[in-house]
């Protein structure tokens, strides 16, 4: 993604959608000012829906970029739901608007340019696409919605740049003969097959990168640390700011509370514990997720028939060594299928970013449920709140799909 300052190119967008709004009083006070306002033969609705447009973008922008950035996002946590809803109702009325009007509906009186008309449509088609992988990400293949985190946002930058220029062209214009003014040979037939032929063009596209990434990965692991080493992950997390400093000589897991056996583990002895192997989907609240991701460790109920837990611990409490983060499961939850405190992924043990020495992973929840870094687990006979949930992230975090 790139930086949010690049978001400042927003302003004159913002502008220029209010300045066609207000256009009929502006050109009543200040006649100057219609050479630059007036668009010639387009009707006034149609002007009405561009400038609606023109305006609707600045607002997606501005909420996805909440919703991804960690600081946008911790602040605005109570409002994520609402947002995250404003800005994919938004962005689908927004693609709708795109190519209805690009199909003809409201009939436009006159032909659109050719480079208008393919670069709105391979834009908008792409860019709505991706957004549906990321919006649902258990109703689309998990490498769809790892290409489409990926690419979603350079899209939305794209439009930014191609509306300035757009906006550029209309306001100087060219002369009739230049190529960039070559206009399409419009039939409403014509365009919405075009329209159709974008989206099963996007869709081959975002299948061909998603089969393209899960090869990429697949040789990766098949070659030790390739793949592994921090790459596949497009982002890394850490809620105080920093990575905290752990000794793999002097680490130790402590597993206390309501247990008849409290232990105190290095990793030498964790490794020697039964060991547990399995690939799954993670998928983080941001929107990324990462497919297939092959962990290796031990699963909780090994470690809870080693400590003896007691029957009435219904809550297991994990403590990061960063000194901060902690979250719970249920005991139910902690013992179902995937869930395991793992200590590699692919061939090589977990990088500091991704949790070493030791995590949780909770295949079916977003990732803030599976702590990093953790040094000890607590069974309790009632649970706590955790970190995220503090801040109104749900106890619930269930992938939905």
Known sequence: MPSPWWLIALIPLLAGGVLLFLRGPLLRRHPGLGAVLRHGRWPRGYNLAHAAFIIAFPVLMLSGVALYVEAWHRALIAWLGAIESVHAWLGIGFAALV?????????????????????????????????????????????????????????????????????????????????????????????????????????????????????????????????????????????????????????????????????????????????????????????????????????????????????????????????????????????EPGVMLAYRIGEVPLAIEGGYPLRLVVPTMYGYKSVKWVNRVVLAREGITGTWERYGYADNARLTG
């Not at 992988?133 to 985190?149: E, I, K, Q, Y």
Request: net charge positive.
């Open 99 to 335: 190519l209805l009007a690009l199909g003809g509906v409201p009939m436009a009186p006159r032909r659109p340019r050719w480079v208008d008309w393919i670069i709105t449509t391979l834009l908008t088609t792409l860019l709505t696409l991706s957004g549906f992988a990321l919006w649902l990400p258990g109703r689309f293949p998990a490498s769809w919605d790892a290409v489409a985190f990926a690419v979603h946002g350079w899209l939305a930058y794209a439009w930014m740049a191609w509306l300035l220029l757009h906006a550029l062209l209309r306001l100087f214009s060219f002369q009739s003969q230049h190529p960039l003014n070559a206009r399409f040979d419009y039939v409403r037939r014509n365009a919405l097959l075009g329209a159709a032929g974008a989206a099963a063009a996007g869709t081959g596209l975002l299948t061909l990168a998603g089969k393209g990434y899960q090869s990429w990965t697949a040789w990766g692991r098949n070659n030790g640390t390739a793949g592994w080493k921090g790459r596949r992950f497009p982002a890394y997390y850490t809620f105080t700011g920093d990575y905290p400093e752990i000794d793999a000589k002097t680490y130790r897991l402590r597993v206390e509370g309501l247990v008849h056996t409290p232990l105190e583990l290095s990793l030498a002895e964790i490794e020697a514990l039964e060991r547990y192997q399995t690939q799954r989907d993670f998928v983080c609240v941001t929107g990324w997720s990462v497919p297939k991701v092959d962990w290796t460790g031990l699963r909780l109920a090994t470690l809870l028939a080693k400590a003896g837990a007691h029957a009435e611990a219904t809550h297991l409490i994990f403590h990061s060594a960063d000194g901060t983060y902690v979250d719970q499961l249920t005991r139910a939850q902690a013992e």
